[in-house]
């Protein structure tokens, strides 16, 4: 069997969804189980309409509201011929374009819009895409059943990145999917979205379907996980920044964790944990060319003669110092930042300590990072007034970028090319950290100098093995 998950860009119009179900019929063998992801664009819509009702702008917030509806409607309306179907399915949307209108006006009313809000909001988008997709494949001859996966995922309450508790979620997977699967029904399933115990809607984090693709490739033991989306496979550095990017034919599970921690938004970081669980290898295919064989992700990488596998960005970063000559030496500084770093609930993309002691760089998201400056001002009140920290400053606009390949381990001279192409080109480093497992140097740096450096790096680290093989 096949989990196979396919992406807001695969199912985007109608159009896609026929394209979709094609390439799921050519699949029906492999007794595949589908999940998939709002139309491309939904989610943000969805968003978007509910900061309108909160900030007041209620026409606004209809309107998007009506749009995307619409947009729903509209699909029904010409791919679904079958009378008593589209009527079946039209019925389905309303309601739930109902439901979203009452949670739209409740956000008005009370002019709160929590996480818990928020992830009930968002699950809109994948409960609307989900019938459309099951009644196109019923209509082509497929038979096939939507399943809300707020049924099926148990996840704890971190309503926005919730985890999900595996063996509770792959007992709900045998009891209500697998009998109909068995049956020759091809099961079609909201990715993004799971409940927690008290029944509440949860979603696993933005680009969560990949996620969710995997989870019901663990629960059903496939034979692969596979990942349609808009290109053909993990390429050397995100192709519409670097077009001359190289396809990856394989790379481990580890090099793609990484990888997509740091920025490549191919793949969800999370994807990676059920399918390692099972040693089920992952896919990554384009539903705009099938026949391309993509990138496979398992144990084994294609790090041979290819130190160096991807260069990444990741942006919209704040970069928190806090300095002093008082903290030379003083180890529980360290113990105190990380703990209010813990308790601001602040994430970390990277830190980075100088030796001496003077001075600690904290990389974090650029919603965060004046709460996490709050409560270090608080933590370190005395130190502050007293002289013994500066002020802690905040550099906005930044951007980690990161090299990254298992390759790198043992193989001399990386580190010195990166930053002589950063040099040569006047690109000012302001952090710069190296994981121990030497799996991935990554620096911080200005936000608008970012596609500049991933494009000036791919060249000098990437492009240069590859040249250098060819011309060997
Ligand atoms: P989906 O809608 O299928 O989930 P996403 O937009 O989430 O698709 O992910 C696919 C996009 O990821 C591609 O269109 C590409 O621009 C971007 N991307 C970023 N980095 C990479 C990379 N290294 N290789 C391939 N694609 C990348
Ligand atoms: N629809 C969700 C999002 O836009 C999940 C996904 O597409 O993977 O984040
Ligand atoms: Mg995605």
Redesign the pocket.
Known sequence: MIAMK?????VGSGERMVNVAKIIQSYISKKPVVVI?AL?GVTDTLLSLSDDFLHRRKEEGQKKLNQVGEKHFEIIREYIKDTKRASEIRKKIEELMTQLEEVAHGVYLLREFSPKSLALVSSFGERLSVPLLSGILQEMGTPAKDFDARQLVSTDDEFLSAGVDMKTTCSQFKKYVFPVWKKGVVPVITGFIGSCREGLTTTLGR?G??YSGAIVGACFDAEEIW?????S?????????VPN?KG?SSVSYEEASE?SYF??????PKTMMPAVMKKIPIR?KN?FAPKDSGTLISKKTMTKGHPVQ?V?AIKKLDLVSVQGSGMIGVPSISARIFSTVDRAKVHLFMYSQASSGYNMCLVTGNQESHRLKEMLECEFSHELKIGALDQIGILSSMSIVSVIGSGMRGTPGIAGAIFAALGDHSLNIMAIAQGSSQLNISMVIDESDADRAVKILHDAVILKHFENKVGS
């Open positions: 396919f992406g807001g860009s695969s992801s491309q680009g379907s990949d990942i349609w989306t808009d290109v496979g993990i390429y050397s550095a995100d192709p519409r920044i990017a990856l990888m920025g490549a938004k191919v793949i969800h990554i539903t991807i990444t």
